[in-house]
C-alpha cells in the first residue's frame, strides 16, 4: 500500500507568491491533518477534515492560508501571498478516524525567501 | 499550553543501554500514542495505549501508561544507532478525539 504522497517535497519561492501544497491521503482514511513543523514552534496542526469536511481549522495562522479537499483522495493547502515567517516542513498524515494512528507524508520543505 | 509534554527534551547514550523518555498530560485521554521521527522524514506511529491499559510491548519497545499520574514512559532497550530520531508522544482526548502533540525528545546513540 502506498503511504501518504506529499508534493512537492522542496519548494523555494519568493515573498508574495502563491504556494500550493497537495496531499494524497491512504486509500480508505476518513481522516486528513495538515501540520506545519518549525524549531521554534515544532509541530502545530493547521486544520483537519473528516470525510472531506473541515472540522477544525483554529490552527491556520491567519486568512492567507487555505485549505480544500475537494475528494477522498485530494487534498491541498494554499498560502498566499506568502511570507518569509511560513518558512517550514509541511506535513499532511491520514488516519482511519479521528484519534487512531496518523501516517505522514515525507512533507513540504517550504523556503520563502 | 501543552497537553503532552516530554521529558527529557534531549537524550544522549551509548548504544547498547537502554533509553527511556517520558510524557505528561493534563486532561482526560482515550488513548496515548508515541512516533518516531527520523531527521528529514514524516512522524511514524510505533504504539498506541489505550487508557485502560498499563503496558504494552511492541519489540524492544515497551510502553507504559499511569493515569492517575497523568504520564507514560517509553522504553527502548538494547538501543542502536538507528534509534537515533525524535520521538513524539500524542494524547488523544477523551472529548473530541483530537490529537494532541507534545515538542518531542531528540534521542541519539553514540556508537
Known amino acids: 500500500d502506498a503511504g501518504v504522497i506529499q508534493s512537492p517535497r522542496h519548494e523555494v519561492t519568493e515573498m508574495g507568491q502563491e504556494v500550493t501544497l497537495r496531499c494524497k491521503p491512504i486509500?480508505?482514511?476518513?481522516?486528513l491533518f495538515w501540520y506545519r513543523q518549525t524549531m521554534m514552534r515544532g509541530l502545530e496542526l493547521l486544520i483537519y477534515?473528516?470525510?472531506?469536511?473541515?472540522?477544525?481549522d483554529s490552527g491556520m495562522p491567519e486568512d492567507r492560508f487555505s485549505a480544500k479537499m475537494p475528494n477522498a483522495s485530494f487534498s491541498t493547502l494554499k498560502i498566499q501571498p506568502s511570507e518569509p515567517r511560513d518558512s517550514a516542513v509541511y506535513f499532511c498524515?491520514?488516519?482511519?478516524?479521528?484519534?487512531?494512528?496518523?501516517?505522514f507524508g515525507d512533507g513540504t520543505r517550504l523556503s520563502i525567501l | 499550553s501543552q497537553q503532552g509534554e516530554e521529558d527529557p527534551q534531549a537524550l544522549s547514550i551509548q548504544e547498547g543501554e537502554n533509553a527511556t523518555m517520558n510524557c505528561s498530560y493534563k486532561t482526560s485521554i482515550n488513548n496515548l500514542q508515541w512516533y518516531r521521527q527520523n531527521s528529514g522524514r514524516g512522524l511514524v506511529h510505533l504504539i498506541l495505549i489505550r487508557s485502560n491499559e498499563r503496558e504494552k510491548h511492541s519489540g524492544r519497545l515497551r510502553v507504559t501508561l499511569d493515569t492517575s499520574k497523568k504520564s507514560s514512559s517509553l522504553l527502548i532497550t538494547a538501543s542502536r544507532a538507528a534509534d537515533t530520531a525524535s520521538y513524539f508522544c500524542?494524547?488523544?482526548?477523551?472529548?473530541?478525539?483530537?490529537?494532541?502533540w507534545g515538542a518531542g525528545t531528540k534521542l541519539i546513540i553514540k556508537p
Open positions: 477534515f473528516n470525510n472531506n469536511v473541515p472540522i477544525d
Open positions: 486509500s480508505g482514511h476518513n481522516s
Open positions: 500524542a494524547t488523544v482526548l477523551d472529548s473530541n478525539y483530537q490529537l494532541i
Open positions: 498524515a491520514s488516519s482511519r478516524q479521528v484519534g487512531q494512528p496518523q501516517h
